[in-house]
């Protein structure tokens, strides 16, 4: 009753393409929008923004990365914290450098040089296929933990390794307090999100999906598959290089190369199996989920008033993180995403039976 | 790329490995006898990882499953063996953790596996990377987080061989080569279990077509409880080799991450590759640490498997000994 699209005609070519056919979901996005510029900034606490937002935010862009590429393309990938780490340590590199440098320059280009990298282990996917590929690209991950974490040039020959981001601000104004860092960060990922739903419902985004449901018969019906496959790599990486760039200079400030290892990698793997493959609303629903999931298990414990020791509570903050894993695979294999849909379906009818 | 090219290029690249294996000694740039040390060494790190990419290769071949919990495995069949040789004589720990193992097996496949039937590949491998933290946090909640030494008796001081030869000999640690010892019968008792028992044939006629296998009345349930016991046996083996030389501690599990390109570069589908794998990544990583690191600035032994592998792979899209796909619309 609530979701119904009965009497919504469409009458011309570009009412039927836009990006929210539905008015229900139009106005959604807006309300969601609005408050997420407009109110989020007056409600939410110093702790909601560090801890749970902003981090939200750039794994959010990182996951629509890893998407493009492993949902949309079907190309298994487990060097995304390697795009991350090059994204990173370029636009450290760029902002150390090279004098006045514009912060969006600073980003655009650090996701320029992910893409370069990108492409550049992207090629053996033209070869090789499946788990195959996936142990390729953590060749990426191996070789860039190496890189940065031994030749002095990337970190600017700093003894300790670790680097710290200069001061951010933009056209002037300052990018310091949470909330300014939150609307940052916010405005960005809208930006990468409407592109990223663009590019994949285009001509493009069919390209990569007639790949990943089978590469040869894509190839029969005219489909490049190495233009196919390369751009993946490259659109993903970019999109991977700047979130990179983001989680070092907003987030962490000052990092080390540990903070892009294989980890991070299968972290983001995580989200966009658990959000939904092929799905950028999905992309969102597993960052917020594996984000929110390890602080919930870590306050756990003092909720219901049992006294452990720190060491135990991360024991079992990962063992109860691994079952749910596998509980949610078992339940959804199509993940969040798929649910949200399901929801809708339902939402259809709700209130009424028939 | 056609077969005669792909052969040629495989030969090439043996070739060229060979070569940059014998390099230091030909330019007179390494002693003789050290760098047999030091192609020793590579191979018995080699066997090594061979345990470990074995219990992949099992499982990867009976149920199609990448199994990433291996190194977890690794690392829960050594914690149990060592805090429960704590409490009883070595023989009961050792029977127990087998027990242990193999209920583990059975748990997988009753709660995970057969629950999942029928996904796609990238879901079960994601599973199994759930398995793999359910496994970290359970072990060390369970077992305790210490590093501890494991000590099964195997004698510590090194050997010194070919003393008439070389001026000094060749140092050789008795436990490496007890290891590689190990590994060897492990690998021929796979073998038979595999050629010449009952169960074996049904494993291979698993592994070679599911449904052809079910329909001769093979249980494939039953099948996959076995394969993820046996891989839980090969991964104790692994423990407490590794175990042993490193104390048992969390690291272990990194070991896992080393069998992968021993995997990819043996293929996924191979006993014979994982052996022979293994023992080229170990000897091309000791080599390359020892003689090309310095240049590099050194630790280049992480990436330097991967790369290897990844280079093959370019040319040789299915491994040394993993089967040919041919695709079809």
């Not at chain 2, 805090?83 to 009883?88: A, G, Q, S, Y």
């Not at chain 2, 496949?109 to 029928?118: A, G, I, Y």
């Not at chain 2, 010194?160 to 008792?189: K, P, R, Y």
């Given at each position: ?22 008015v229900?979901?139009?106005v959604?996005?807006i ?19 560090l ?26 990938s ?42 550049l ?23 860039a ?23 951010l ?9 949470p ?10 990922v ?7 739903r ?39 990486s ?10 070092a ?31 950028i609303?999905?992309?969102?629903l ?51 995403a ?9 939402l259809?009818?709700?209130?009424f039976?028939? | ?8 290029l ?78 009883m ?32 590949g ?34 510590k ?43 074996g ?9 599911h ?51 021993v ?22 990583e ?44």
């Amino acid at each position: 009753m609530i979701y119904r699209e009965t009497g919504q005609f469409k009458t011309t070519y570009a009412s039927d393409q836009q990006l929210f056919p539905i008015v229900q979901d139009r106005v959604f996005v807006i309300g969601l929008l609005i408050f997420a510029f407009g109110a989020v900034p007056y409600l939410g606490t110093e702790y909601l923004f560090l801890a749970i937002l902003i981090p939200f935010l750039i794994l959010a862009l990182a996951a629509i990365g890893l998407n493009i590429l492993v949902g949309y393309c079907g190309q298994v990938s487990l060097g995304t914290g390697a795009f991350m780490a090059i994204g990173a340590y370029s636009a450290y590199n760029l902002a150390v450098r090279v004098p006045d440098l514009n912060l969006l320059v600073i980003f655009v280009l650090a996701g320029v040089f992910a893409t370069i990298v990108g492409v550049l282990f992207g090629i053996p996917s033209l070869r090789i296929k499946g788990f195959y590929l996936a142990v390729a690209t953590l060749a990426a991950q191996f070789f860039a933990d190496w890189m940065f974490a031994r030749i002095k040039w990337f970190t600017n020959d700093s003894s300790s390794g670790s680097v710290s981001a200069p001061p951010l601000s933009l056209f002037g104004y300052a990018i310091q307090t949470p909330v300014q860092q939150y609307l940052f960060v916010l405005a960005i990922v809208c930006v990468f999100a409407l592109v990223a739903r663009n590019l994949t419902r285009g001509a493009i985004g069919r390209a990569w999906m007639a790949t990943r449901d089978m590469d040869v018969a894509a190839e029969v019906i005219g489909i490049r598959p190495m233009r196919a496959k390369l751009s993946a790599f490259a659109v993903s990486s970019f999109f991977i290089g700047v979130a990179g760039a983001l989680w070092a200079f907003v987030r962490l400030g000052s990092w080390e190369p540990l903070a892009f290892d294989v980890n991070r990698s299968f972290q983001l793997l995580f989200m966009v199996i658990i959000g939904g493959l092929g799905s950028i609303l999905g992309s969102f629903l597993g960052a917020a989920f594996i984000v929110v999931l390890p602080l919930v298990l870590n306050q756990l414990p003092t909720w219901l008033g049992m006294p452990l020791s720190t060491a135990m509570i991360s024991h079992i903050e990962i063992m109860v993180f691994g079952a749910l894993i596998v509980f949610f695979l078992i339940v959804e294999p199509h993940g969040l995403a798929r649910l949200w849909a399901i929801g809708k379906e339902k939402l259809r009818l709700w209130p009424f039976p028939h | 790329m056609n077969a005669l090219a792909e052969r040629n290029l495989t030969i090439a690249f043996f070739v060229l490995l060979a070569a940059g294996a014998v390099s230091p000694v030909v330019l007179g740039e390494a002693r003789l006898s050290q760098w047999l040390e030091v192609i020793i060494g590579g191979l018995m790190s080699g066997v090594l990882y061979s345990l470990v990419a074995l219990g992949l290769v099992l499982i990867f071949k009976a149920s199609g499953v990448f199994n990433f919990a291996q190194g977890a495995m690794v690392l829960f069949a050594a914690l149990s063996l060592v805090r429960l040789m704590e409490k009883m004589p070595f023989v009961a720990a050792l029977a127990l953790t087998i027990v242990i193992m193999v209920v583990l097996a059975w748990l997988i496949e009753r709660l995970v596996l057969r629950p999942l039937v029928n996904q796609e590949g990238i879901v079960l491998f994601m599973a199994t990377l759930g398995i793999a933290y359910f496994l970290d946090g359970f072990g060390q909640t369970v077992w305790g987080s210490d590093i501890y030494t494991l000590n099964v008796g195997m004698p510590k001081e090194p050997k010194i061989l070919l003393e008439n030869t070389f001026e000094g000999g060749i140092l050789v640690s008795t436990e490496d080569l007890i290891a590689a010892l190990l590994a060897g019968l492990m690998v021929a008792a796979l073998t038979l279990f595999f050629q010449k028992t009952g169960t074996g044939r049904a494993l291979r006629a698993v592994a070679d077509d599911h449904q052809a296998a079910q329909s001769i009345g093979i249980p494939l349930n039953r099948i996959w409880v076995i394969v993820w016991s046996v891989s839980g046996l090969v991964a104790l083996v692994a423990g407490i080799i590794w175990g042993s030389k490193l104390g048992v501690q969390f690291s272990l599990q990194l070991v896992a991450l080393k069998a992968l390109p021993v995997v990819i570069l043996g293929g996924f589908t191979s006993v014979p590759g994982a052996i022979i794998g293994g023992l080229i990544i170990g000897l091309g990583e000791k080599v390359s640490e020892v003689y090309l690191g310095p240049l590099l600035g050194g630790g280049i032994e992480n990436w330097f498997a991967y790369v290897l592998a990844l280079i093959f792979l370019l040319f040789r899209p299915e491994g040394l000994f993993g089967e040919r796909h041919i695709d079809r619309v």
